[in-house]
């Protein structure tokens, strides 16, 4: 009882697009791919919302990225918080970094027709 209430009293000051993305977080799932093994992709209702990639390029250690669903994630955080391009970049990886311990270097928005893997059954469906 006690726990929830201070559950209720810490979501209550979360401004309105933390609880947003905090919701997917809670919601989504995690899907490997057998081909392609440098890839984590999450899932949210059955439809890819981020993409994790790891590179094997020793020579570009920084080069891990994470693609954020443009549709559900980008372009909401844009039009109904009214965020600009590095500031959703920025509030994503802050996030990301804080709650879910992922840190990626590089986030890229995307549109599912637009990644590779887009034509594989068992990933987008």
Known sequence: MIKDKIKHIKRCRLKKEEIFLLDIFNEMYEVNYNG?????????????IFEKCFSNNTLYANSNKLYVNFTLIWRVLESDYNYEYTEVQ??????????????????????????????????TK
């Open 36 to 48: 392609l093994p440098n890839s984590v992709f999450y899932k949210l209702n059955d439809i890819v």
């Open 90 to 123: 920025d509030f994503i990886s802050l996030m990301t970094r804080k709650y879910l311990k992922w840190n990626e270097i590089l986030l890229t928005p995307f549109e599912e027709e637009d990644r590779p893997w887009y034509l594989l059954k068992d990933i």
